[in-house]
């Protein structure tokens, strides 16, 4: 058997060399092709946005000028007026929508037996809600402290501070100021929950 190759031009298979070429070549074409479209679509893109965001710069100065505009046809003393107005309308409201009947009903269910309300004075104050004085009379402190303690346990009743004892030997009472912050709305919560 002859091992030789005695032809003049020697056959190469070279089809599968020129197949990877061609499909390298396919492959190349279409990255490329995307590509450029991929380049076209964004600066494309890049131009309307850069046209919109000087569209939105333009308008934005133009509102500058025009709420700087109404500020200055705005009266300081007229808005402090109705600043003024609008407090005391809240605080109108709020001393309205006060409920004595809540309130009431909250002493009925804590006060101890030997305890005696004289007085109840609310006053309401700005960030802080009603401040309430009471005046409460008693044959002994410890059941002053057991109302305190009570109203305490409500939640509705905070900061809760005796102001000052005084004993009437005439009727051998105890006469106690006390103060609170009421909140009936911290109750609410605490009962929701």
Do not use: C
């Amino acid at each position: 058997m002859i091992r030789t190759n005695l032809s003049t031009k020697p056959f190469y298979n070279e089809r599968a060399v020129h197949l990877a070429l061609l499909l390298l070549a396919i492959v190349v074409a279409a990255a490329s092709v995307f590509n450029v479209t991929r380049v076209l679509q964004l600066s494309h893109s890049g131009g309307e946005l850069a046209a919109r965001a000087s569209r939105e710069e333009t308008r934005a100065t133009e509102l500058h000028a025009s709420a700087a505009r109404l500020r200055a046809t705005v009266d300081p003393k007229q808005i402090e007026l109705v600043s003024n107005e609008a407090r005391k309308a809240n605080d109108l409201i709020d001393r309205r929508t006060f409920s004595w009947t809540e309130l009431l009903n909250r002493f009925e269910t804590t006060l101890p037996d030997d305890v005696h309300i004289t007085s109840v004075r609310p006053k309401v104050e700005a960030g802080k809600g009603t401040i309430l004085n009471l005046t409460v009379v008693s044959r002994n402190l410890d059941e002053v402290y057991q109302f305190m303690n009570n109203l305490d346990a409500t939640g509705a009743f905070a900061e809760l501070q005796p102001r000052g004892d005084q004993y009437n030997t005439e009727q051998a009472l105890w006469e106690t100021v006390i103060e609170a912050r009421y909140t009936p709305t911290a109750a609410d919560t605490a009962r929701r929950q």
